[in-house]
């Protein structure tokens, strides 16, 4: 670890104007290791004057334009420095979030080394995204500017801190804006060291700036804050409405949330290779111990081939590798803490209370460790209307509900709160189609399992319904971080 993060006594500091600062926060949080559940450092709880002063900086270095008036090539020189120095340090990176959070470090998906490939996406984004020139009458000319939004606050979540912070920071510094990154009080420190490898890259002092606490208190006072441009969230439902309020509240700036989901996957019974779906559906559900807002908990299966499916997906489950998350042999490691923990075994116990039949799992493992461990867990003739097929549990707990044709693979696909994303397996074109038109989210057909770069870092994801609203991810998703100024010259 650097060491320049935390300051004797382990506190991490915030990371404000280019300098390791004091926080003014009245108080302190223990973050624990949840593969031993022992303490590794204290937080901040965070304070408005902390948000304030990271704004401040902010907006300074926003409106002395220097980085919002600088030129493209030099942006784009930047970032890709950025990228190259988060590359080398990605073994950092990734012992850092294993220690806080524990998502192992053998885990390639959404790692450290993918957040440096995903700079380097925006890098050569920098000079890609343009307004336009409208036809006119022969006495106007009628242009439409991309500008950057100002400030923008980054609200991240702990499941894939290094990722999650650049999928935010990476495209709003493209556009040029100035950034507020608050991570999450579980894993706060990839994200200061992110704040330092960016000042080194030459991102000039005040344009990024790294702001550790609480949601109740930092993340608090960056949605309500009247000098903050932009809110960008990931995260809860419930907290993604909250800054929604914050917004109408304060100065109406614009929020872009990714929240909640309760993603199904659909398999049909029509030839499709049963095998490569059960690899895909029990991997999802193992990385990062099934703590993914987009993870398939809900198997929609039809009818004929449910025994076989669960069977498959359970002898896959078993052969995770259970261990500390800084194992390099952990294939599957903790949940991120113990609020976690008791959350996922509050809604097993419930599923096992209202007498949903337990396939597997579904109990404490590794107690002796002190971490917050749980079995990979399947439960089977779940109704629609479950609380676990309709509530986002955020762990390793899979929900068997049987379908028996396209009409109600669709209706209760579609029947959540959600709307995140879905997993179709089929082996026909045709059901394929079908489903993603009738699918109200982002829909993956799968005939076999995926093992090539696809678009890479250029795909866009918009959620519906309480899973978000906006767009992330490829030029469109940089395009979230600009704003769109009309030009209008009558000149006779």
Same mark, same amino acid.
């Not at 670890?1 to 991490?12: A, R, Y």
């Not at 997906?313 to 261990?323: D, H, K, Q, T």
């Not at 629609?384 to 549990?393: K, L």
């Given at each position: 670890?650097?060491?320049?993060?935390?300051?004797?006594?382990?506190?991490?500091?915030?990371?404000?104007?280019?300098?390791?600062?004091?926080?003014?926060?009245?108080?302190?949080?223990?973050?624990?290791?949840? /593969?031993?559940?022992?303490?590794?450092?204290?937080?901040?709880?965070?304070?408005?004057?902390?948000?304030?002063?990271?704004?401040?900086?902010?907006?300074?270095?926003?409106?002395?334009?220097?980085?919002?008036?600088?030129?493209?090539?030099?942006?784009?020189?930047?970032?890709?420095?950025?990228?190259?120095?988060?590359?080398?340090?990605?073994?950092?990176?990734?012992?850092?979030?294993?220690?806080?959070?524990?998502?192992?470090?053998?885990?390639?998906?959404?790692?450290?080394?993918?957040?440096?490939?995903?700079?380097? @996406?925006?890098?050569?984004?920098?000079?890609?995204?343009?307004?336009?020139?409208?036809?006119?009458?022969?006495?106007?000319?009628?242009?439409?500017?991309?500008?950057?939004?100002?400030?923008?606050?980054?609200?991240?979540?702990?499941?894939?801190?290094?990722?999650?912070?650049?999928?935010?920071?990476?495209?709003?510094?493209?556009?040029?804006? /100035?950034?507020?990154?608050?991570?999450?009080?579980?894993?706060?420190?990839?994200?200061?060291?992110?704040?330092?490898?960016?000042?080194?890259?030459?991102?000039?002092?005040?344009?990024?700036?790294?702001?550790?606490?609480?949601?109740?208190?930092?993340?608090?006072?960056?949605?309500?804050?009247?000098d903050v441009d932009m809110v960008t969230f990931t995260g809860s439902t419930s907290v993604g409405k909250r800054m929604l309020q914050y917004a109408g509240q304060s100065n109406m700036k614009v929020v872009m949330t990714e929240c909640g989901g309760k993603s199904p996957q659909i398999v049909f019974a029509d030839?499709?290779?049963?095998?490569?779906?059960?690899?895909?559906?029990?991997?999802?559900?193992?990385?990062?111990?099934?703590?993914?807002? /987009?993870?398939?908990?809900?198997?929609?299966?039809?009818?004929?081939?449910?025994?076989?499916?669960?069977?498959?997906?359970?002898?896959?489950?078993?052969?995770?590798?259970?261990?500390?998350?800084?194992?390099?042999?952990?294939? @599957?490691?903790?949940?991120?803490?113990?609020?976690q923990y008791a959350r996922v075994m509050r809604y097993i116990k419930a599923a096992e209370d209202e007498g949903v039949q337990l396939v597997t799992g579904g109990r404490r493992a590794l107690p002796e460790t002190g971490g917050y461990f749980v079995e990979p867990t399947i439960f089977q003739n779940v109704s629609?209307?479950?609380?676990?097929?309709?509530?986002?549990?955020f762990g390793p707990v899979l929900s068997v509900i049987p379908f028996d044709s396209e009409g109600d693979a669709i209706r209760i696909a579609n029947d959540t709160i959600y709307g995140l994303a879905a997993y179709v397996w089929t082996a026909n074109l045709s059901t394929g189609m079908r489903m993603a038109k009738?699918?109200?989210?982002?829909? @993956?057909?799968?005939?076999?399992?995926?093992?090539?770069?696809?678009?890479?870092?250029?795909?866009?994801?918009?959620?519906?319904?309480?899973?978000?609203?906006?767009?992330?991810?490829?030029?469109?998703?940089?395009?979230?971080?600009?704003?769109?100024?009309?030009?209008? @010259?009558?000149?006779?």
């Open positions: 670890m650097n060491l320049s993060i935390t300051k004797l006594g382990g506190d991490v500091l915030p990371f404000i104007d280019g300098e390791w600062c004091a926080s003014k926060s009245d108080g302190h949080t223990e973050v624990l290791n949840p /593969s031993t559940g022992k303490r590794i450092l204290d937080l901040p709880k965070g304070s408005v004057l902390d948000a304030d002063a990271a704004v401040s900086a902010a907006r300074s270095s926003f409106e002395d334009g220097r980085w919002s008036e600088s030129s493209p090539s030099s942006r784009k020189k930047v970032l890709y420095r950025f990228a190259g120095l988060i590359e080398a340090s990605s073994n950092e990176l990734d012992s850092l979030d294993a220690e806080e959070m524990g998502k192992p470090v053998a885990e390639v998906f959404s790692n450290a080394a993918a957040a440096a490939e995903l700079v380097r @996406f925006y890098a050569e984004a920098v000079d890609k995204v343009s307004g336009a020139v409208f036809t006119s009458d022969k006495g106007s000319f009628v242009a439409r500017r991309v500008i950057p939004r100002g400030v923008v606050a980054a609200i991240v979540p702990w499941n894939f801190p290094s990722f999650c912070a650049v999928l935010k920071v990476a495209p709003a510094l493209a556009a040029g804006n /100035s950034v507020v990154l608050k991570p999450s009080e579980l894993s706060s420190r990839s994200a200061l060291r992110l704040g330092q490898l960016a000042l080194e890259a030459g991102l000039p002092r005040g344009v990024l700036n790294v702001v550790p606490g609480l949601g109740e208190t930092v993340g608090q006072a960056l949605g309500l804050h009247l030839g499709v290779d049963l095998n490569a779906a059960a690899d895909s559906i029990a991997q999802h559900l193992l990385t990062n111990q099934g703590q993914i807002c /987009s993870v398939g908990s809900r198997l929609l299966v039809q009818r004929s081939i449910e025994r076989a499916m669960i069977d498959k997906i359970s002898a896959r489950l078993g052969n995770a590798v259970m261990g500390d998350a800084l194992d390099p042999k952990t294939t @599957f490691g903790p949940l991120a803490s113990a609020e629609p209307q479950a609380r676990i097929a309709q509530d986002e549990i009738g699918v109200r989210s982002t829909v @993956f057909v799968n005939a076999v399992a995926p093992k090539n770069e696809g678009a890479g870092y250029a795909t866009t994801y918009e959620p519906t319904a309480q899973s978000g609203i906006g767009a992330e991810g490829g030029l469109a998703g940089m395009e979230s971080y600009l704003r769109r100024q009309l030009v209008w @010259f009558s000149h006779g």
